[in-house]
């Protein structure tokens, strides 16, 4: 047996109605399985009574063992719960607009090896960014939105998402709001950056209101993404200070740098299995 096969990691993330005897169950099961835990979170979440684990293990069992110890117990506590290899890289479809610089962020964060994902394809309803994606070497669709062919475009998407095995789709500064069936269908597997920090200024130049209002904080949300438009669970926040001073031009150009940050840091935390969703919430496990 390879060294590599005894010291393959795994990790299990799993939710459940809040009840005594969960951690003992679940760590016995991997007992069982001869899994060695290196890494153990959990929360009970007093607001919905909800449970959530994460648990990181390595072990020389190979994973349909892993998934019979583990089966009877999530059965016994109604578990929702994934079982994934660490290293393993998300297939991840990015979809973007005319703005390059949340696009450019998670594919130079790629290729650098700092983010555990694989684009296999860049989708934008404008040709501006086809130099970007030639540069990084991933196909680009160019797939047009209007009213009227709007099902259609979202059928060719589809497609897409089946040929190449999607994971994870990232809106990174897509300017086209997905149908509420689409929505649904991502649910969980699809990451929206939003240039503003939520609850704050919607709609059309956010950092133009922002700036007509004094504020002295900008910043960006990464959230899901769900036929609620911009009300998706929040996976991570950032701002930054601003002052009076500043003018609406800087605003931009600053918030660009936070909107990049953001979506790399939620697509990490997804792509790492460290983010459970708990109705409107999501329990971020770091």
Same mark, same amino acid.
């Given at each position: 047996?390879?060294?590599?096969?005894?010291?393959?990691?795994?990790?299990?993330?799993?939710?459940?109605?809040?009840?005594?005897?969960? #951690?003992?169950?679940?760590? !016995?099961? =991997? =007992?069982?399985?001869?899994?060695? *835990?290196?890494?153990?979170?959990?929360?009970?979440?007093?607001?919905?009574?909800?449970?959530?684990?994460?648990?990181?293990?390595? &072990?020389?069992?190979?994973?349909?063992?892993?998934?019979?110890?583990?089966?009877?117990?999530?059965?016994?506590? !109604?578990?929702?719960?994934?079982?994934?290899?660490?290293?393993?890289? #998300?297939?991840?479809?990015?979809?973007?607009?005319?703005?390059?610089? %949340?696009?450019?962020?998670?594919? /130079?964060?790629?290729?650098?090896?700092?983010?555990?994902?694989?684009?296999?394809?860049? #989708?934008?309803?404008?040709?501006?960014?086809?130099?970007?994606?030639?540069?990084?070497?991933?196909? /680009?669709?160019?797939?047009?939105?209007?009213?009227?062919?709007?099902?259609?475009?979202?059928?060719?998407?589809?497609?897409?998402?089946?040929?190449?095995?999607?994971?994870?789709?990232?809106?990174?500064?897509?300017?086209? *709001?997905?149908?509420?069936?689409? %929505?649904?269908?991502?649910? !969980?597997?699809?990451?929206?950056?939003?240039?503003? /920090?939520?609850?704050?200024?919607?709609?059309?130049?956010?950092?133009?209101?922002?700036?007509?209002?004094?504020?002295?904080?900008?910043?960006?949300?990464?959230?899901?993404?769900?036929?609620?438009?911009?009300?998706?669970?929040?996976?991570?926040?950032?701002?930054?200070? #601003?002052?009076?001073? @500043? &003018?609406?031009?800087?605003?931009?150009?600053?918030? @660009?740098?936070?909107?990049? @940050?953001? =979506?790399?840091?939620?697509?990490?935390?997804?792509?790492?299995? @460290?983010?459970?969703?708990? !109705?409107?919430?999501?329990?971020?496990?770091?």
């Amino acid at each position: 047996m390879s060294e590599e096969h005894l010291t393959q990691a795994h990790v299990v993330t799993l939710s459940c109605p809040d009840r005594p005897g969960i #951690v003992h169950a679940v760590a !016995g099961a =991997l =007992l069982v399985a001869g899994c060695n *835990i290196t890494d153990s979170q959990q929360y009970g979440s007093p607001a919905t009574g909800n449970f959530f684990m994460r648990v990181e293990v390595t &072990t020389a069992a190979p994973k349909p063992e892993l998934r019979a110890a583990l089966d009877p117990v999530a059965e016994a506590f !109604g578990m929702q719960w994934s079982l994934d290899t660490v290293g393993d890289k #998300v297939r991840t479809l990015v979809m973007a607009s005319t703005s390059a610089h %949340c696009l450019n962020d998670l594919l /130079f964060h790629q290729r650098s090896g700092t983010l555990p994902i694989e684009i296999p394809a860049i #989708v934008s309803n404008h040709r501006d960014l086809a130099g970007l994606a030639e540069f990084y070497g991933i196909p /680009f669709h160019y797939i047009p939105v209007t009213p009227d062919t709007k099902t259609e475009a979202e059928d060719k998407l589809r497609a897409i998402m089946v040929e190449q095995r999607i994971e994870l789709t990232v809106l990174a500064r897509y300017m086209q *709001i997905l149908s509420d069936e689409l %929505c649904t269908e991502l649910t !969980g597997q699809a990451i929206n950056i939003h240039h503003s /920090f939520l609850p704050s200024f919607k709609g059309a130049r956010p950092y133009h209101q922002a700036h007509a209002r004094g504020v002295k904080l900008i910043g960006a949300t990464a959230h899901y993404v769900t036929a609620a438009l911009d009300e998706g669970p929040i996976i991570e926040q950032e701002v930054i200070r #601003v002052d009076h001073a @500043r &003018t609406p031009e800087q605003f931009v150009q600053m918030g @660009r740098d936070v909107e990049g @940050r953001t =979506l790399v840091q939620a697509v990490q935390w997804h792509a790492e299995h @460290r983010v459970l969703l708990d !109705g409107n919430r999501t329990v971020v496990f770091n």
